[in-house]
């Protein structure tokens, strides 16, 4: 019979199942004995990166990153966590599996978030990814394979930036509504444009070039990490498996024939459990 989840296991579930459907659903492959520690990770992205939406003014936002910074380092010096996600992290912090400068690194990556700054060039894009989406990849393989894990930082760090890409891409009406442009501006500038025409919503030929070069530039990352594979411990592989959907948002994101800057990218659910499950059975993302 199985076991009712305690209050922080039921809390971290939750959030994940509603916050971050893909990686629950990948997380699902995971071996029982690591689950619980795979969801607290992914349920303290979720707590880090959804604080913009949660507060009006940024200096809100800094406030709450700043708690959680502090509340990091306080864990990481035996002080009992005040939250239930840090309760939850609390093995893999005791015996330093994560190590504490990748939560505080991602934690600052996320100030980024709070204000309307434009993401300046690519290479800002791709370290912003690094400390975001390629250390969550990377602190989860950890989780599953320990110090074996370290053999595969390089590929979590280009799987983390495809994945990254194509989520920015789903997320490009989300993001244009409250006045972010994470499209960079060196990559608009070959195109004679702004992020104020990314703002404006407008979908012509320079802005769908725009987006192709995004799209061309994830599959680069994500070729680049495949040929990676090999460095992967078999137990860490359920970290990476997220980025087994990064072909789907990247095909739709290039043969979208609505608006990407209004309409939402759209895959179905039953589409990316197939795709979950047949890379899990193929060892291969």
């Not at 400390?131 to 074996?148: D, N, P, V």
């Not at 659910?269 to 979950?276: D, H, K, V």
Request: include cysteine.
């Amino acid at each position: 019979m199985q076991q009712p989840l305690e209050d922080g296991e039921r809390y971290c579930f939750d959030l994940v199942r509603g916050g971050d459907k893909d990686r629950f659903l990948a997380a699902l492959f995971v071996p029982d004995e690591k689950r619980r520690l795979i969801l607290a990770l992914y349920a303290f992205n979720i707590e880090i990166a959804r604080i913009r939406e949660a507060v009006r003014e940024p200096m809100l936002g800094d406030i709450r990153l700043q708690w959680w910074a502090d509340a990091v380092a306080a864990a990481y010096q035996g002080q009992a966590p005040e939250h239930p996600v840090l309760l939850e992290l609390g093995p893999a912090i005791a015996d330093r599996t994560i190590p504490e400068q990748a939560l505080a690194n991602l934690i600052e990556a996320r100030r980024f978030d709070i204000y309307d700054d434009p993401m300046p060039t690519l290479n800002d894009l791709e370290g912003y990814l690094g400390e975001t989406s390629s250390a969550l990849i990377q602190m989860a393989a950890l989780i599953l394979a320990g110090r074996q894990a370290e053999a595969c930082s390089d590929a979590a760090g280009l799987a983390g930036v495809a994945f990254g890409l194509s989520g920015l891409l789903r997320s490009l009406p989300l993001h244009r509504s409250r006045g972010q442009c994470f499209i960079p501006e060196d990559v608009l500038a070959v195109h004679g444009l702004t992020p104020a025409h990314i703002l404006s919503g407008r979908w012509d030929d320079p802005v769908q070039r725009t987006i192709g070069d995004l799209v061309q530039h994830a599959r680069k990352r994500l070729k680049e990490a495949r040929a990676l594979l090999g460095t992967i411990p078999s137990a860490a592989f359920p970290a990476f498996l997220p980025v087994s959907l990064t072909d789907l948002a990247l095909d739709a994101a290039a043969r979208s024939g609505s608006n990407p800057l209004k309409q939402p990218i759209e895959i179905s659910q039953l589409r990316r459990q197939w795709t979950l499950w047949r890379a899990a059975r193929r060892g291969r993302f």
